[in-house]
Structures are given as structure tokens and as C-alpha cells.
């Protein structure tokens, strides 16, 4: 199989599994926070959001827009969205929706595009290719849902 229909695969898998395994976290778990500084279950929900629509928009410039900067400043997008703040039923589907979108996206990425580019670097340049951000997408996502439903 191809190497990113598989990652494609794997994210539809992933979001599956942990749509079943949300339903066992209650309401007061969703929002407890381990410190005042640290996220809430609900609020790293809302990273892996932040995260699809970012991955997203770097997966679709980059097919038309070598080395455009797509910089990700990802403590600022879950406060300034209120996740903490939001109905978990919300940010569970919204998180839902944006994983089968990304997958959509990966799916109908043309391979001689994989090797494009995009800078993500925050003062400097940090070029990572489409391929890239479609692999380390997963590694991203299986890391924070391990968290969540630990």
C-alpha cells in the first residue's frame, strides 16, 4: 500500500478508536487541569485541532507555494479559542470533522507534490517537506491521544 493512503488509513483508524474511547472520559475529567499552566484533556483536544487545521493549510499551500512560511504558535491558538470554555460534544466533533478532512487532503496529494516544502521555523527557516508533515501528523496525533485517554 501506498505509504500515504496508509497514514490516511491509520488517521481515520486512530480518530475511530478514540471517538469509543472518549465516551468513558467524563465531563469533570475532560476539563481538569494536572497545573494551572498545563492543558486540560479538552484543551489538548483542541491542540489536535489546531494541529489538523495548520497541517491542513501547510498540506494544501504546499502543493501550489514552495517554502511559504506556515508558522504554528500553538499555546496562543488554544487560548485565544477557548477551548476550556467549549462543549466537549463540540470539540470532539469539530476534531472529528478536521481528521477526515485532513485525510481527504493526504489522500489526494499527487506524488511528485510529497516533495514540496513549506518553513515552519519561528525566527528562522525550517523547511520540512509534504511527506513530512503527513508522517510526524500521525506521530503528533497517536502522542496527545495517549495522553488523553491514558
Given amino acids: ?20 474511547d472518549f465516551e468513558s472520559i467524563t465531563e469533570k475529567s475532560w476539563n481538569d487541569k494536572p497545573q494551572p499552566s498545563k492543558w486540560s484533556k ?3 483536544l483542541g491542540h489536535l ?25 500553538q499555546d496562543e491558538w488554544v487560548l485565544y479559542q477557548k477551548y476550556h470554555e467549549t462543549a466537549i460534544a463540540d470539540v470532539k466533533m469539530l476534531w472529528k470533522l478536521l481528521n477526515n478532512q485532513i485525510s481527504r487532503v493526504i489522500e ?5 507534490k510529497l516533495q514540496n516544502n513549506c518553513d515552519t521555523g ?16 500521525v506521530m503528533h496525533l497517536k502522542y496527545h491521544l495517549n495522553q488523553i485517554t491514558a
Fill in 1 to 20: 500500500m501506498n505509504p500515504v493512503l496508509a497514514h490516511k488509513n491509520e488517521i481515520l483508524s486512530l480518530v475511530g478508536q478514540a471517538m469509543i
Fill in 42 to 44: 479538552k484543551e489538548l
Fill in 49 to 73: 485541532i489546531d494541529s489538523a487545521s495548520n497541517n491542513i493549510r501547510r498540506l494544501i499551500i504546499g502543493q501550489y507555494e514552495q517554502g511559504v512560511k506556515i508558522v504554528y504558535h
Fill in 108 to 112: 489526494n496529494i499527487p506524488e511528485e
Fill in 122 to 137: 519561528k525566527g528562522k527557516t525550517e523547511l520540512h517537506t509534504l511527506s513530512y508533515f503527513i508522517e510526524d501528523y
